[in-house]
């Protein structure tokens, strides 16, 4: 009984509640499914299982599914609870710590996790990976362990949960996997170069490196397991080749090849064994296919496989005991398979030797009777020469068996010990075991015609279907007829679920009883054997001629009462010991004994069968197991051999057994290739026409498909317009009051926001008010200050102006004393010529400093006139500023200053000309002075001062004629007088000063906003 458990929304329970028998055909115990189920998404959605671990016992072991929900599976108490809810899928699990009831976690965001069953507490968080972990490995003392991810490997202290070591590798070089061997501290590390090393675990120094065989192609490993006593390493690599290293030698010590449906291998896992003292000699194999494979490494046999090609085994586990394998399929469930069931027939005992004994009784009398039997009746025609090539050949049949003495034990207990049964059945059908044979016809794949074969026979057990598949293909391979033959299923099954441990016997029997017992089956395909019917009829027309008579009363044919008998060998009318019973029997005679068989069923039979009367009560009656001794039937079918006469007997008729050739299996011709042929044509064209009967159908389903989605989806977006137009209807008696509210709450705005703009209005009026008064006051103190600084530069204009004239008087002063000087000079120049020189060189100092007086005086008016021309231009830059706040005040200011700046020019141009004409006056003195020096050298005293007197009256003349400096009139006398020179030099002085005055008002005027200057600059 198989039992299926749905662990979804519950926290604890009981696996099983009733302990499941694993049957030797699968070793199925469990199923474990993750079912989210939803009354809206229909069906059910899979939570699929990615990790499971077991713990040190192996009678429980730990899952993760792919939302982070953790549980714990007790086999041996019936008991699961889950464990922790983690959100997060992981990558790898393992449950072998030192405290049994820790556990490590690898999480799909590279962090590893402790968390402990019974508290349901986070222990420790171990960062430090950057990449997702792939394996753990933990050390046999459950304190260290290593985790493993495509970049790196490190050592973690599990009393600590600290890192102690770190691997790190080459960027172009990857890590395959790293883990501990058993009872030892070393650590291989497999690298994706295929290169192996092995580490001491403490000091972490390189021990050795395994060899790796020299190949055209590299390996690529692809996985690692070690024995149990750590003395064998197995690697799995993309081939179906398996090498097998000796770490005592450190030497390749062999290489298995797998089976040629095996391509890449994806994981391998020794599987434990009590007895062996941890030599492990069965090998797990996960290939591509997803089908698990035990092999043993001693024989390279196949001993039993796990899983199918619908449903694909992604992982496995191996429990550390041996006594069970979880699976993890693709389809997301986790399944529980007993090992002893599955190695139920590995483990029986080797059949012993079969000795003669001489002292058995029951054989001599056995013996004796068939020895009777023989001389009761002499055998004549092909009888007798089949009897006497029976009596060459009779004796020893192989492996120490003698045929008379299997028949003498048969005829004793009416059937072979059940121990030895396989054995003594390959025995007497000699049977030659051609496996490079049966290899190539199982290498042919799946036959077309058996294909669908679980839609005919939905049989429950799926490596039974697989194997009934495998084998019926092999012997539609064998020949093509059986390709056609409708009943060959009926006939092999039987067979099939006896051997589906040992495939090429199960084949090799069914192919003897094909070409021994089904001879002359095939003459009329692909009708019944009509001739073999015929023989049925004429054995029961021969022994029981009152029920032949009853079958043709009723219309009951030999297709109706013996048909159903052979085609399906008996099998559905008899139990499994009853069946078995009759095959020990039928192997043990002439192919003809089944047939006597047959009728020794019906007539067994004859009180039930002679009171049918419906056709429907006859089929049903040989369809199902009936109240019938079947001794009495094997009995009643050995009198029928003995009565028979030869020309209605069967043994007589039909060949004798033959046993299969070795090395190749016989040709199988015996039928109407034509039909066949025929046959195979028309199933093509049936399967073609199928084929495009299901394309059309498929397109037609796929139409009302569409048609009924585009129906719902009509009725949908109908019912949805409908919804949409109450909804519009809703919203717009929601959008109509809002719309009024929002109204109400506009008129209140409006209202608000008139009063807030009135308020505005007043506080921008007192603001403009306010700005208006600051503006007055600011311009009412600008013209004080102007009025300061006009009242300032006034009265700096009258201190200079009293400074120029009291300069112009010490100037009036200076020249009065030169021409005081001048005259007293040339008044002594004739008592003190002594004094000439003297005197002439104060004149000329004095005339040079008033060169230098006048030069200062004009360079100061320069500076003056470059500091007005800079004050100005600060002026201008602040009436920009504030043209706009005074634009009636700057443009009268500015054109005040542009007459200014007129004025001034005109004013610099006229003292430029003063200038000119006062350097004029002065180098008409220098000459005069000149003059007066030469004269005095060359002339007397006297002459000189007519010379003087002569000069004055002249330059006094010229003076005349052009301009006069002096308006007094002239003295008769010859005294030299220089009153009209200094007339006209205080005239000039006087224009000169007025000019200046004018010039520094003005400058006063234009300079009002601007501080007054320093009295020294």
């Not at 959008?735 to 929002?742: D, F, M, T």
Request: neutral net charge; contains cysteine; proline residues 4%.
């Amino acid at each position: 009984m198989q039992v299926s458990l749905d662990v979804h929304g519950k926290e604890s329970g009981k696996i099983w509640h009733r302990k499941p028998t694993p049957g030797s055909c699968d070793g199925h115990v469990c199923t474990i499914c993750n079912l989210m189920s939803s009354a809206i998404s229909l069906p059910s959605r899979k939570i699929r299982f990615l990790q499971a671990a077991f713990d040190a016992t192996g009678d429980s072991f730990i899952a993760a599914d792919y939302q982070g929900n953790i549980f714990v599976f007790d086999l041996d108490r019936n008991r699961f609870a889950q464990v922790q809810r983690i959100g997060t899928p992981c990558t790898a699990i393992a449950f072998n710590l030192r405290r049994k009831t820790e556990y490590l976690v690898a999480l799909a965001d590279c962090t590893i996790k402790c968390f402990d069953t019974d508290t349901k507490e986070l222990v420790a968080w171990m960062k430090g990976h950057s990449s997702p972990i792939h394996t753990i490995s933990v050390h046999a003392s459950g304190r260290y362990a290593i985790t493993c991810s495509a970049d790196t490997a490190q050592l973690w202290d599990l009393d600590t949960f600290l890192r102690k070591r770190k691997l790190s590798i080459k960027e172009n070089v990857g890590i395959t996997k790293v883990f501990f061997l058993p009872l030892s501290n070393t650590i291989i590390t497999c690298f994706k170069d295929d290169s192996i090393f092995a580490w001491e675990s403490d000091t972490l120094v390189c021990k050795y490196q395994l060899p790796i065989p020299d190949e055209e192609e590299t390996p690529h490993y692809k996985d690692f397991s070690v024995s149990r006593d750590g003395r064998i390493l197995v690697a799995g690599s993309r081939s179906r080749f398996l090498h097998l290293w000796t770490l005592d030698t450190k030497t390749l010590h062999k290489v298995v090849q797998l089976p040629t449906k095996v391509k890449v291998v994806k994981q391998l896992e020794f599987l434990a064994d009590s007895f062996d003292g941890g030599a492990s000699q069965v090998l797990c194999v996960l290939a591509q296919d997803g089908i698990l494979r035990a092999v043993s490494i001693s024989t390279c046999k196949l001993l039993f496989d796990l899983g199918s090609i619908e449903n694909r085994i992604n992982s496995f586990i191996l429990g550390p005991t041996g006594r069970h394998i979880v699976s993890v399929h693709e389809d997301g469930d986790m399944k529980v398979w007993s090992v002893a069931a599955l190695t139920q027939q590995l483990n029986q005992p080797p059949p012993p030797m079969v000795r003669v004994i001489e002292s058995n009784k029951m054989a001599d009398s056995a013996d004796q009777s068939a020895v009777a039997r023989s001389l009761t009746k002499v055998p004549t025609g092909r009888r007798s020469k089949r009897k006497t090539g029976q009596s060459k050949s009779d004796g020893s049949i192989g492996e120490g068996l003698n045929k008379d003495k299997l028949f003498s034990i048969l005829r004793g207990y009416g059937e072979y010990p059940a121990k030895y049964r396989g054995f003594i059945w390959r025995c007497l059908l000699k049977l030659p075991e051609n496996h490079t044979a049966y290899a190539a016809l199982v290498d042919k794949g799946t036959h077309s015609m058996y294909a669908n074969i679980h839609q005919q026979y939905p049989i429950k057990s799926r490596k039974l279907l697989r194997i009934l598949q495998r084998t019926l293909s092999c012997i539609a391979h064998w020949s093509p007829i059986f390709g056609e033959t409708q009943f060959l299923p009926l006939m092999a099954f039987p067979f099939v679920k006896l051997f589906q441990n040992n495939q090429l016997v199960c084949f090799e029997i069914i192919a003897s009883i094909l070409v021994n017992w089904c001879q002359h089956w095939f003459e009329f395909f692909p009708n019944p054997p009509i001739n073999m019917l015929a023989m049925v009829e004429n054995l029961l027309g021969h022994h029981d001629k009152h029920l032949l008579q009853h079958f043709v009363k009723y219309g009951v044919t030999s297709q109706i009462y013996a048909w159903p008998l052979l085609e399906t060998v008996m099998s559905e009318v008899l139990t499994k010991d009853e069946w078995l019973m009759v095959w020990d029997n039928i192997f043990s005679n002439p192919p003809g004994y089944m047939l006597l068989l047959i009728v020794a069923y019906c007539i067994c039979n004859r009180g039930p069968l002679m009171n049918c009367t419906e056709l429907d009560d006859f089929k049903y009656f040989f369809h199902h197991r009936n109240a019938v001794d079947v001794r009495e039937v094997i009995e009643e079918a050995y009198r029928l051999q003995k009565g028979t006469p030869n020309d209605v007997n069967p043994e007589v008729k039909l060949e004798d057994f033959q046993s299969l050739t070795k090395g190749q299996y016989p040709v199988f011709n015996k039928f109407p290739k034509f039909i066949v042929d025929y046959q195979v044509r028309e199933r093509e064209k049936i399967q073609k026409e199928e084929e495009e009967y299901l394309r059309q159908r498929q397109l037609t389903l796929e139409l009302h498909r569409e048609a009924e989605k585009h129906r719902r989806e009509e009725g949908n977006w109908q019912r949805q317009q409908e919804i949409l137009q109450q909804a519009e209807e809703r919203r717009k008696h929601i959008l109509a009051e809002e719309e009024q509210k929002l109204q109400d709450q506009r008129t209140r705005m409006q209202a608000l926001n008139r009063e807030v703009q009135l308020k505005e209005l007043e506080l921008l009026d007192a603001t403009r008010r306010k700005a208006m008064h600051q503006q007055t006051k600011q311009a009412q103190k600008q013209l004080r200050n102007l009025d300061e600084e006009i009242l300032k530069k006034v009265a700096m204009r009258d201190v200079e102006t009293e400074a120029a004239v009291t300069d112009a008087e010490v100037k009036n002063l200076e020249l009065q004393l030169q021409k005081k000087c001048l005259e007293q000079e040339l008044l002594r120049k004739q008592e003190q010529s002594i004094l000439k020189h003297n005197m002439t060189t104060d004149a000329h100092r004095k005339v040079r400093e008033f060169e230098d007086k006048l030069l200062k005086e004009t360079v100061k008016e320069e500076s003056k006139r470059n500091r007005n021309d800079r004050k100005t231009a600060v002026e201008r830059l602040a009436r920009s500023q504030h043209e706009q706040q005074d634009s009636e005040l700057a443009s009268q200011l500015q054109r005040r200053h542009l007459a200014d700046d007129l004025d001034a020019a005109q004013r610099i141009k006229q003292m430029e000309e003063m200038q000119s004409f006062n350097q004029t006056i002065e180098q008409e003195i220098n000459d005069l002075m000149g003059d007066l020096e030469n004269i005095q050298d060359t002339i007397s005293p006297a002459k000189f001062n007519n010379k003087i007197k002569d000069r004055v009256k002249d330059q006094i003349g010229t003076s005349e004629s052009n301009k006069c400096l002096n308006d007094s009139p002239s003295d008769t006398s010859v005294q030299f007088s220089l009153d009209r020179g200094r007339h006209r030099m205080d005239t000039r002085e006087q224009d000169l000063m007025a000019d200046v005055r004018r010039l520094r008002e003005k400058l006063a005027h234009d300079s009002r906003m601007m501080r007054p200057p320093l009295v020294g600059q």
